[in-house]
């Protein structure tokens, strides 16, 4: 697949509260040992693309200690790449921080390579999409744009804020606007964009001229809305598990939801691995008085306490008589012996010091920020 | 190019006495705790010591072991300044032949050290369990001004006639060296870690080798001819965690020994020491602990899915313990499958390994029980 540039695409995301205060999604921690962007990388190095890349809005500094030596998702570390996209002028001038400025920025890619398509992904959709049947379908019917979407029936809830389509009987974009959450029924973008390399190139240039502010979803819009530039948007439909992460609530709903077997087997499926930075930490241990249920531990854990219904990360210890329920712990945290949360999302590096005791509510968790001390 | 240590880890016997865990792969390759690799601790070791050259000697069933050490990547040992080395025997001109013993296989491959021109050469074990660095150990080689300098582990006494023995006088000058005594006068073991002065190492492997009665081996001819050439042997105590895991009974106890309950000062952490053991990550899911499960005293690593009951066990990746399933005092290695409902006790299951709906594994507790089937992926 080395006519395809693929870029991960962190512009668009949405905040997690203040989970995402200092750092991007892309690189805020899930389920104990991922990142968000793993899952859009996977499906790129899973789809069999070579040169993939990402498009960094701010915070690269966590992003970059996660992508580390940017190995961790290449097929063949000499012809395959993953390169960072950073758009300098952007930082001072955040209204014209957009995707389509930051390629333009480093445009080198567009004429360097000879691919003939870029795949965007955004690492705030967590799927296992397998992206070469949406390919090559584009390119069967010579499309020059193609979005993915999904449709649901919850979007009164679920996709607050993404691109809801409207799309006309031939299954081309007539129009789109942001999910207000007025409807239950709506076709989502999963913003997956296929767009070929000449289209993108006119975009860029002719964008320029018209707005620099614009991004490409805007530009999107408008195409679809003016029937721009001769072009027209293609929309396929996806229907497997796919997740929007837009908000603390969701961050601890879509999380709890993954200790369901269904879920979870939907997006952990056996031949699509989710690959991730590795840390080369023990595996997790458990103490003679653990209790430990519907869970996910990650490695380097010391379990000595209780832990019921909850998601711990990476290096986090409970010791003797502390309990955690329905709650979220990042990498690093310590539960002292006695103490008790419940309902909390607690960020990394923290302390919650012995016999105290926190009690978030079900619908209204506690988030306790990173390196505190409580 | 030179280098000041280039370390040679012998990784190519068989290991016999681990019966079917060592029947398609070396006993370097075994999966130890939960995650690990046996031989990840020699290469971490030497990734900690700052080591960049490193071979790995292989003989039996080595395609899997080969193809686990690659290039080094996973212990790092791929740096710009790295060699790293899978050497396998191999035809010559003057014919082809397996490796005769542990001091011909090093003296097959002097090519490779030739090429990578150290002063001292480390030779190590694969199959040895112990976290340290070699530092200390080439210091008092160079100190001393030591030929070759051995590593040497305290054992009680009444255990001493099975290792090859040491004696030494009051500054370490090791003055005796006995393989399996019948009456030992010392209790200091040699753990089959070595540091020679690479010029006195290519001599002495260049004269055992034209020599037809020799066994062509460290502990039987090298060293006992050094010492008869009043060469200096000097002994370093290595005071670590420290297992030679030979049998399935020693295999078990010390991945026992990992966990939490027993020895206070043993377990993952001290074992692992200060330096992380490197090894590879498998790409598992997290580790799921169910709504039915119960897990205490155990070591489980990621990519597990345990919907049973664990006690007292080490559990590696990809493993699935179902619902109503037991397991006590076992280790359950990658990608096991133990059914609902049936139970393993005292017991090392192997790889891939498929304990069938309500199977009873050594309930009656007859020692340390083995299966292993590959079954598991064809369910």
Same mark, same amino acid.
């Given at each position: ?9 962190c ?106 398509l ?23 019917r ?7 979407y999904?449709?649901?029936d ?25 999910n ?13 964009w ?16 018209v ?65 991730t ?55 690093n ?10 309902d ?8 919650v ?20 001390k409580? | ?25 070396a ?9 690990y ?11 900690h ?69 150290? #002063?001292? *050469?480390?030779? &190590?074990?694969?199959?040895? $369990? @112990?976290?340290? !660095?070699y ?6 080689? %160079? ?28 500054e370490?000058n ?8 019948? #009456?030992? *006068?010392?209790? &200091?073991?040699?753990?089959? $870690? @070595?540091?020679? !002065? ?7 492997? %260049?004269k ?39 049998t ?62 664990v ?8 493993v ?15 990608g ?18 498929l ?13 340390i ?8 992926g064809?369910?």
């Amino acid at each position: 697949m080395n006519k395809i540039i693929a870029l991960l695409n962190c512009h668009n995301s949405p905040e997690l509260g203040e989970l995402t205060s200092n750092r991007p999604l892309a690189s805020t921690s899930f389920l104990g040992r991922y990142a968000f962007m793993d899952f859009a990388m996977s499906n790129f190095t899973n789809s069999g693309i070579q040169n993939v890349n990402v498009l960094v809005k701010n915070h690269q500094r966590s992003l970059l200690k996660h992508m580390g030596n940017m190995m961790s998702w290449v097929n063949n570390t000499k012809t395959g790449r993953d390169t960072i996209f950073y758009n300098e002028k952007g930082i001072l001038n955040p209204a014209y921080n957009t995707d389509i400025n930051n390629i333009k920025e480093n445009d080198w890619v567009l004429y360097e390579s000879n691919a003939s398509l870029l795949v965007f992904e955004a690492p705030e959709i967590v799927a296992s999409i397998d992206l070469r049947p949406f390919i090559e379908e584009h390119e069967k019917r010579g499309e020059k744009i193609t979005i993915v979407y999904k449709e649901i029936d919850d979007a009164n809830k679920e996709f607050i804020g993404a691109d809801v389509l409207n799309i006309d009987e031939n299954g081309y974009l007539k129009d789109v606007h942001k999910n207000k959450g007025d409807a239950k029924k709506a076709k989502v973008s999963l913003q997956i964009w296929i767009i070929n390399r000449e289209t993108l190139v006119e975009m860029i240039n002719h964008g320029n001229r018209v707005d620099s502010s614009w991004g490409i979803a805007e530009y999107l819009a408008v195409i679809a809305r003016n029937d721009f530039l001769g072009t027209k948007i293609h929309c396929v439909p996806y229907t497997g598990y796919a997740r929007r992460f837009d908000s603390l609530a969701h961050y601890v709903e879509y999380s709890f939801e993954l200790l369901k077997r269904k879920p979870y087997e939907e997006l952990f499926k056996e031949d699509w691995p989710i690959f991730t930075r590795t840390h080369d930490t023990p595996p997790a241990i458990y103490g003679t008085e653990s209790d430990v249920s519907n869970s996910f531990v990650s490695n380097g854990c010391v379990v000595e306490g209780t832990v019921k219904d909850s998601i711990i990360c990476r290096s986090v210890k409970v010791k003797k008589g502390a309990k955690v329920q329905r709650s979220i712990v990042l990498s690093n945290c310590v539960l002292e012996e006695n103490s008790a949360v419940s309902d909390v999302v607690i960020d990394k590096y923290s302390t919650v010091a012995a016999r105290h005791k926190i009690q978030g509510d079900k619908d209204d968790v506690i988030y306790i920020k990173q390196g505190a001390k409580v | 190019m030179s280098t000041t240590l280039a370390a040679m880890i012998l990784a190519g016997g068989k290991g016999t006495r681990l019966q079917a865990l060592t029947k398609k792969v070396a006993k370097p390759a075994v999966s130890y705790g939960g995650k690990y690799r046996i031989i990840d601790f020699p290469l971490s070791n030497c990734a900690h010591s700052g080591i960049n050259a490193v071979s790995v000697l292989t003989q039996y069933e080595s395609s899997e072991l080969n193809t686990y050490v690659g290039n080094g990547e996973k212990w790092g040992l791929n740096g710009v300044r790295s060699v790293t080395s899978v050497l396998t025997p191999k035809q010559t001109e003057e014919g082809s032949s397996w490796y005769a013993g542990t001091a011909d296989a090093i003296y097959e491959n002097l090519d490779w050290l030739e090429r990578v021109n150290p #002063k001292y *050469v480390l030779i &190590l074990s694969g199959d040895h $369990i @112990y976290s340290c !660095t070699y530092n200390a150990m080439l210091k008092k080689h %160079i100190d001393m001004g030591a030929d070759c300098t051995i590593s040497v582990y305290p054992v009680p006494m009444e255990e001493a006639s099975r290792f090859g023995i040491l004696v030494t006088d009051k500054e370490d000058n090791i003055v005796q060296f006995v393989e399996k005594p019948k #009456k030992p *006068v010392s209790n &200091l073991a040699s753990m089959g $870690i @070595y540091i020679f !002065t690479y010029s006195v190492l290519r001599d002495y492997l %260049i004269k055992d080798h034209a020599l037809e009665d020799s066994d062509h081996d460290f502990g039987k001819n090298i060293i006992p001819t050094m010492l008869k050439n009043k060469k200096k042997l000097v002994a370093y105590t290595y005071n670590g965690y420290w297992k030679d895991v030979g049998t399935i009974a020693s295999l078990h106890q010390a991945n026992m020994d990992l966990l939490l309950s027993g020895d206070p000062e043993i377990n993952i952490y001290t074992v692992q020491g200060k330096n992380k053991i490197l090894s590879e990550d498998i790409h598992g899911t997290p580790q799921f602990i169910g709504k039915t499960a119960k897990v205490k005293d155990s070591l489980i690593n990621q990519g597990s899915i345990i919907l049973g009951e664990v006690d007292h066990s080490v559990i590696s990746g990809d493993v699935v313990i179902e619902e109503g399933a037991k397991v006590t005092n076992s280790v359950v290695m990658n990608g096991a499958f133990i059914d609902n409902d049936s139970v393993v006790t005292d017991a090392i299951i192997g790889p891939n390994t498929l304990i069938e709906k309500g199977e009873k594994v050594n309930v009656e507790k007859d020692g340390i029980a083995l299966v292993v089937n590959e079954k598991a992926g064809k369910r």
